[in-house]
């Protein structure tokens, strides 16, 4: 449950701060959703933009860094 909640997290801060648009989130999460079921696998949304070249590691690193700030 936490995992999902932090890519639900992840995937509104990086919208936010312009780095994906809300389309690219939605695909991420729908290939997060296939991988689950088809395969019994979970990667972590970050994961799946950074391997389509969407976002870099350093956008990545930067909405990481956000997670205890949104809490506030």
């Not at 890519?7 to 989130?25: H, L, N, P, S, Y």
């Not at 933009?49 to 997670?67: A, N, R, S």
């Amino acid at each position: 449950m936490v995992e999902k909640e932090l890519d639900k997290r992840f995937g509104t801060i990086a919208v936010k701060k312009g780095f994906i648009t809300q389309e690219q989130f939605i695909q991420a999460f729908r290939i997060q959703i296939e991988e689950n079921l088809e395969k019994g696998e979970h990667r972590l949304i970050g994961a799946i933009l950074l391997d389509q070249g969407i976002m870099t590691m350093q956008q990545i690193d930067e909405v990481i860094g956000m997670f205890g700030k949104n809490r506030k």
